[in-house]
């Protein structure tokens, strides 16, 4: 562009430099310059307005591709109160922030240490809605407590694991060895089924997911389980020789995935069954501001901070 303009800049000077001597010859190359001069300037300047144009389309273009991409907000903001157990739970919503306020979601995340509290505040409006358990759980909390609570959708699910205590090999289990696994009903079941997927025990047929250790039909290593509440196993694990624990509690006692000596397989009936759910009260189930939430956590963009941030502990749904 610039070269091309200093050809025109020198053609007209040369075109007036040969005015002034005033021959008709020379007034006829004048001419002819002066007409180079033009036709280079004209032919220069419908690059520079197509190369102005091809500019403002690739903008436009990349300005619906965004537009495309992001979630559209809610007629109306709200602000949602919502419990959430720490790690990875509460992480992720903290990560969430920003587009659910895009979205037309204010968020304030209520953290709690247990499986029962971010319920009951759930039943009673303290909050508006909580995550941190799977579907499971939430039906037999109902059952349980006659809390009117239900699923909107489900974001991710964490491998359950077994992890070295006292001892560390799966594959030479001491007789009567202590093995921690969660005391409620669905987490036991989980617990029971990976040791039984890894050889230790052996269940009744057919008992699935509701199995419990009075279902243990053969026990050759003759292994002594204990039931301990979940959020208390990872602060047991050095006295016992294993442990199975979800997730989110090995996570926040500063466990890798790759320290678990064994994992639910992430085709299992139980890896698919036992996804973390946003969970809302019955009468907001249908809600605009419910379905927001999960379409904003269940986005390509939480789903790659997912799986970058916990390196196959924490598993975005698909």
């Known amino acids: 562009m610039k070269k091309n303009l200093t050809v025109v800049f020198a053609a007209v000077l040369a075109a007036a430099s040969l005015a ?38 690739a903008k436009e273009t990349e300005a619906a591709a965004e537009a ?3 979630v559209e907000p809610l007629a109306e903001a709200v602000d949602i109160k919502i419990g959430a157990t720490p790690s990875p739970h509460a992480e992720i919503l903290e990560q969430a922030k920003d587009e659910l306020a895009a979205a037309g979601i204010n968020l304030d995340i209520v953290v709690y240490n247990d499986y029962v509290q971010p319920n009951l505040a759930t039943d009673q409006g303290e ?14 909390f109902n059952a349980e ?4 609570l239900t699923s909107v959708g489900a974001i991710h699910y964490e491998p359950f694991g077994i992890y070295a205590g006292k001892a560390n090999d799966l594959s030479n289990i001491a007789d009567k060895a202590q093995i921690a696994v969660p005391n409620d009903t669905t987490n036991e079941a989980r617990a029971l089924q990976l040791l039984q997927a890894n050889g230790i025990i052996t269940l ?3 008992v699935g997911l ?4 009075q279902d243990i039909v053969e026990n050759p290593h003759n292994v002594e389980i204990l039931e301990v509440e979940a959020a208390q196993i990872p602060r047991s694990i050095e006295s016992v020789d294993f442990a199975c624990m979800n997730g989110n509690y090995a996570i926040e006692a500063g466990f890798k995935p790759s320290d678990a000596l064994a994992q639910e397989d992430a085709s299992s009936e139980a890896a698919q069954t036992y996804a973390n759910v946003v969970v809302v009260s019955d009468s907001d189930a249908d809600s605009e501001w419910a379905k927001k939430l999960v379409e904003v956590l269940q986005s390509e ?18």
Not at 127 to 140: C, E, G, S
């Open 301 to 318: 963009k939480v789903s790659e901070y997912i799986t970058n941030t916990y390196e196959g502990g924490v598993i975005p749904m698909k």
């Open 204 to 206: 009744k047929d057919g």
């Open 127 to 140: 909050i508006q809605a909580n995550y941190f358990q799977h579907q499971p759980y939430l039906d037999d």
């Open 145 to 148: 407590n006659g809390t009117h």
């Open 210 to 213: 509701t199995a419990t250790k």
């Open 68 to 70: 495309g991409s992001a």
């Open 20 to 57: 002034a001597c005033g021959s008709s010859e020379t007034k006829a190359t004048t001419a002819a310059a002066t007409e180079a001069a033009s036709t280079a300037a004209a032919t220069e300047a419908p690059k520079e307005t197509e190369t102005a144009g091809e500019t403002e389309a």
